[in-house]
């Protein structure tokens, strides 16, 4: 993996990391010893070398059991309890999954909504296909996933009876607490924990994220090798390092008064990589009136809707690039005459799309976007493996630069008190908060 920063220098101070550096020694050390803030949580940042090998097996077997009896995987979870996984099986297969896999089990992920027609639709597909049901918890309590499971295993056990459901419903929760645990332990399903030490949206690398992706046989050993190998190079400091010159660009230009950050990458397989990343930072930063806004964008394509405004909008946005340097297809193009695409005979379609980020670079840059590039070798488990881990790192670095808890989310308490209130769960009285709005 290479950082570039070339198309942000002239957006930025001289000295943009070497005013940094301070902090981010203070940052690396808050999250090598966990003495920061949420430091209980860094339980992430050794996992690629201390996870436990044994519970490896055992998930790379049980994703095997799921495939075989299973022509459809429904993966309950919201938030960090399924993004992850969502992510890097798309950016490793295809967005177009589900119509390729063959011999593997569709998968399909729910628990993210409370939308009837979603769940609705759902159910009515894998009522007349074999299927199991992997319910993603680390607290157990969520309202969604609850309800989603709550759906899925009536109808399990309306298909094959409650003790054949059994053997079709995998649970991934905290290892003692919870009303998933709870019930995962009275009905004796196969289950899975997530380290205490680890939020949501640090949890990829766990069971969270490794089951549903050795279910779709991808290579979880390989995705923990290339994080292994990025953790040795991103906890080394130094100004050399990535994650450092990542940390302090952003922070720089935040101060800059670039309050935006879209992430970017010319591939549609990286459109769920970015809703993962917009959870990792959004929930991350965003807190006590600060933080950078994530947003992701997926270009050409959106260089057609949002490119206008990029160009000549607001100028409080700044753009962080992921280019994939080995294109996994090569396509060549070869125009007739009367095609008017003469221009591009010869060349190869990765051209195209090569020349498109370029021309956009510069656009930009000469319209005010600050422009940070990350070049990852390959689209394959191993180097999205590093990737991960390179966002995570970073992630925690610039939190503990502005200073905030980079492992709680607070905010995200607010709606669901008044969800509850709403609902007439019982401790929730009188929680509404206010002033409410006349028309509730
Ligand atoms: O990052 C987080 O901790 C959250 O986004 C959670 O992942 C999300 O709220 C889901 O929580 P849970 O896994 O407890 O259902």
Not at 276 to 301: D, I, M, N, Y
Not at 326 to 351: N, V
């Amino acid at each position: 993996m290479e950082f570039d920063v070339t198309h942000a220098l002239p957006f930025l101070p001289e000295n943009w990391l070497s005013s940094r550096l301070e902090g981010l020694t203070n940052a690396r050390s808050l999250l090598e010893t966990g003495r920061g803030l949420g430091g209980s949580f860094t339980g992430w940042v050794r996992f690629p070398e201390t996870y436990d090998r044994k519970e490896l097996e055992r998930l790379i077997q049980t994703a095997r059991i799921i495939r075989e009896q299973s022509q459809v995987l429904v993966v309950i979870g919201i938030g960090g309890s399924y993004l992850g996984a969502r992510a890097v099986l798309e950016l490793l297969t295809s967005p177009n999954y589900n119509l390729l896999c063959r011999d593997r089990p569709q998968i399909f992920f729910t628990g993210n909504t409370l939308s009837s027609d979603a769940l609705s639709e759902l159910l009515e597909y894998v009522e007349d296909r074999s299927f199991s049901v992997l319910v993603i918890s680390k607290s157990g309590t969520t309202l969604e996933p609850s309800v989603a499971f709550l759906l899925f295993r009536q109808l399990l056990e309306k298909k094959y009876g409650r003790v054949k459901a059994r053997d079709r419903i995998f649970a991934i929760t905290d290892r003692h607490d919870g009303a998933l645990r709870a019930l995962a332990d009275q009905e004796g399903y196969a289950t899975f924990s997530i380290p205490p030490s680890i939020g949501g949206r640090y949890s990829v690398l766990t069971a969270a994220g490794l089951l549903p992706l050795a279910a779709a046989k991808l290579d979880p050993e390989e995705l923990l090798s290339g994080a292994a190998d990025a953790m040795v190079r991103l906890r080394t400091p130094g100004q050399d390092n990535p994650a450092w010159q990542y940390a302090a660009a952003r922070n720089a230009l935040y101060e800059g008064g670039k309050t935006i950050e879209l992430l970017a990458c010319y591939e549609p397989a990286f459109r769920c990589f970015g809703e993962w990343w917009k959870q990792l930072f959004g929930e991350s930063e965003g807190k006590e009136g600060r933080g950078l806004f994530p947003a992701s964008v997926e270009f050409t394509t959106d260089l057609h809707s949002l490119g206008q405004y990029i160009q000549e909008g607001e100028r409080d946005i700044f753009e962080t690039v992921v280019r994939f340097a080995i294109p996994a297809a090569s396509c060549p193009l070869d125009p007739k005459e009367d095609d008017q695409l003469d221009f591009l005979r010869g060349k190869d379609l990765r051209h195209v799309n090569e020349q498109a980020r370029k021309g956009t670079v510069l656009a930009h840059v000469a319209g005010g976007v600050p422009n940070l590039l990350l070049t990852v070798r390959e689209r394959s488990a191993y180097w999205v493996g590093q990737m991960l881990y390179f966002f995570e790192y970073a992630c925690g670095l610039s939190g503990y630069l502005l200073g905030l808890n980079p492992f709680n989310q607070p905010g995200v308490e607010a709606y669901k008190k008044n969800m509850f209130a709403l609902l007439g769960k019982p401790g929730y009285e009188g929680h509404l908060s206010t002033p409410q709005p006349p028309s509730l």
